[in-house]
């Protein structure tokens, strides 16, 4: 799945982390050690960029899924099908709230802030239209579909700046 100038770089690299390894084997010296480590490190960085762009892709594609699901629900009618949207726009939005709350987010303060606060208003507002789908709101849902398309061009555009 990598590119061919990865893929070759990468075999090298590794060639070069073996012979090195296998030559000096216990009698490695500490600049060994560092280049070793400077290799992996770099490698891991990388990897965490690849693993963070598609955690991105894919809250992105999960919004842009919800906000279809909504909106074909409404065009269908149908009461389940709203219900299964509603929910499963509620579980999005709450495991987007959890990886704001979580420690390890390294979100700015005030973004991590602004999603929350985002994600508790879509939840109530997915609750709300869920306890009675006579009532049902027509611009809530629109003001929820159109927030889940803008969050995921938002999560895409960022996407694309750092690729």
Known sequence: MLPEDIKANLLSLSKFVERLTLYKGVDMEKSDFDSLININMQISEGL?????????????FSLLKCAIDLSAARESNNPADMVSALDNNMKLWVYMKTLAKSKKN?????????????????????????????????????SMIMTNLQISEGLMARRKLVC
Do not use: C, H, Q
């Open 48 to 60: 965490f960029e690849v693993v963070k762009n598609n955690l991105a892709k894919e809250e992105a």
């Open 106 to 142: 390294k979100l700015p303060p005030e973004t991590k802030d602004n999603l929350i606060k985002l994600a508790d208003y879509v939840s109530s507002r997915t609750l709300e239209m869920g306890k009675d789908l006579k009532k049902l709101n027509p611009k809530t849902l629109d």
